[in-house]
């Protein structure tokens, strides 16, 4: 008989309520279990300073990270979709909170961050460089949504990942990849004091 542990299974009031949330909405894309619980873990280690989350959702990580803050950290989570901002604004009322819509580099002044969590795809893309200019010296970055090498599709297979070689190899972070599932991954990356 298979053992259930609580620290797989357990998912905090605010999470559920940001889930029903986005199903209400037909929204698929919310971070996993796997995800989240991860990010409630890692979030819980900062202890000073401001969180990111780029791409709100429906705020199932946003409340993730929220069932763990440390009583002096801020957090701001940032969308471009007026609606969606607007939705999770009405269920996760947290003190600590700030949801705004736009741009994500438009938070940047807000920065730097100690914690970022990077859910919107052109954040880890294209936007790459920006993404680790506001992450702060001895910060972390979580991107979650990656496939494992392993499960590529056809069409991928042979073919550089820029994303994984500039996240990977990238000289001013330590970074890893880890499973979430047997099918998905994430990219945890630390930024170092000094460029090596």
Request: charged share 25%.
């Amino acid at each position: 008989m298979l053992t259930k542990y609580r620290s797989n299974t357990y998912i905090p009031e605010l999470v559920k309520a940001s889930k029903m949330l986005a199903q209400g909405h037909n929204f698929e894309y919310s971070c996993s279990d796997e995800a989240g619980r991860l990010l409630s873990v890692l979030a819980g280690q900062v202890t000073h300073g401001t969180i990111l989350e780029v791409g709100t959702g429906y705020g199932v990580g946003s409340a993730w990270i929220l069932s763990t803050i440390a009583p002096d950290v801020k957090f701001i989570s940032v969308d471009h979709a007026e609606e969606k901002i607007n939705a999770t604004a009405q269920v996760i009322r947290h003190q600590q909170a700030e949801f705004l819509v736009g741009d994500w580099k438009e938070a940047v002044a807000k920065g730097p961050f100690q914690f970022i969590f990077a859910d919107a795809a052109a954040a880890k893309t294209i936007e790459g460089v920006q993404l680790l200019e506001a992450l702060a010296v001895g910060g972390m970055l979580v991107m979650d949504d990656f496939t494992p090498e392993e499960h590529f599709p056809e069409e991928w297979r042979g073919k550089p990942d820029k994303v994984r070689d500039f996240w990977l190899n990238h000289k001013e972070l330590r970074a890893t990849e880890i499973y979430l599932t047997a099918t998905s991954s994430a990219i945890l990356a630390t930024k170092l004091k000094g460029k090596e």
